[in-house]
């Protein structure tokens, strides 16, 4: 394998730098709003399940009381 000096290195990171889409304000923003969204329906759906489980454990539990 070839060895590039820090220089070259340098130079050929900034040449596959401008080569990036940088995505847009507008574009940024929706994509944080949508993972809000999604977060917090996660975050519902995990609740739910818990406190179903926590109910259902409780159940058995009480009858081996």
């Known amino acids: 394998m070839a060895k590039t000096s820090p220089i070259e290195f340098i130079n050929q990171v900034r040449a596959e730098t ?3 889409v940088w995505p847009s ?3 940024t923003i929706m994509t944080g709003v949508m ?3 999604m977060t917090t329906i996660l975050a ?3 609740l739910g399940v ?3 489980f926590n109910a259902i454990v409780n159940a058995l539990l ?3 009381k």
């Open 18 to 20: 401008k080569k990036v």
């Open 25 to 27: 304000r507008r574009e």
């Open 35 to 37: 993972v809000m969204i």
């Open 44 to 46: 519902l759906f995990f």
């Open 50 to 52: 818990d406190t179903a």
């Open 62 to 64: 009480s009858l081996a």
